[in-house]
């Protein structure tokens, strides 16, 4: 149940668009359509942004979206504001009937 | 409005044991599948365990397997986490979270993999001598 690999990083200014990576493998990314997204604020629970790859939970802004290709599932985040910066965390189901996330990406707008 | 509330988190000294608790309210607890994450201090999210809604099923990590149980009362609408042989690596703030729900030609399925739509706030659990 190794962790999925996510960059620890990445930055960009207000307005911009940035894209997440989430690396796993043909036994969960690659095998199922079961991956969410979670955006972590300091201090703060966790708050699903993406389920099923590509859905958004009613609520959560149309500037966050998701994609999977192969072993690697993308969020990508459009017009990005300050409220943006957060720790956002990949998940996949796996073929041990087990969930795994991802290592961790610190967003900062700058 | 739907709420989950973890208690029993403290200090307890390693090969030692706790209970987390979850009381939820503002849903039909018995339904929905539920999971314990916990996040180690400055560390990533790592799932731990989840439980159908009658109990049916459960899994669990490598890292907990054979040392925790996750068990539920749904006449209480409370989750609970049973953590036994406690180790320092163990220390984290532990969350238990909702699991989401799909229709599928009519029928209602709930699994976590679905993703995990409501979250505590989470109860701090720490393994030291």
């Known amino acids: 149940q190794s962790a999925l690999t996510q960059p620890a990083s990445v930055s960009g200014s207000p307005g911009q668009s940035i894209t997440i990576s989430c690396t796993g493998t043909s036994s969960d990314v690659g095998y199922y359509n079961y991956v969410s997204w979670y955006q972590q604020h300091p201090g703060k629970a966790p708050k699903l942004m993406i389920f099923?790859?590509?859905n958004r939970p009613s609520g959560v802004s149309n500037r966050f979206s998701g994609s999977k290709s192969g072993n690697t599932a993308s969020l990508t985040i459009s017009g990005l504001q300050a409220e943006d910066e957060a720790d956002y965390y990949c998940s996949s189901y796996t073929t041990s009937s087990t969930l795994v996330f991802g290592t961790g990406t610190k967003v900062t707008v700058l | 409005e739907v709420q989950l509330l973890e208690s029993g988190g403290g200090l307890v000294q390693p090969g030692g044991s706790l209970r987390l608790s979850c009381s939820a309210s503002?849903?039909?607890?018995?339904?929905?599948?539920m999971s314990w994450v916990r996040q180690a201090p400055g560390k990533g999210l790592e799932w731990v365990s989840d439980i159908s809604g009658n109990s049916g099923s459960t899994n669990y990590a490598d890292s907990v397997k054979g040392r925790f149980t996750i068990s539920r009362d749904n006449s209480k609408n409370t989750l609970y986490l049973q953590m036994n042989s406690l180790r320092a690596e163990d220390t984290a703030v532990y969350y238990c979270?909702?699991?989401?729900?799909?229709?599928?030609?009519?029928?209602?399925?709930?699994?976590?993999?679905?993703?995990?739509?409501?979250w505590g706030q989470g109860t701090t659990v720490t393994v030291s001598s």
């Open positions: 099923d790859v590509s």
């Open positions: 503002g849903f039909t607890f018995s339904s929905y599948a």
């Open positions: 979270a909702k699991c989401g729900s799909r229709m599928v030609r009519g029928v209602l399925y709930y699994y976590c993999y679905y993703g995990m739509d409501v």
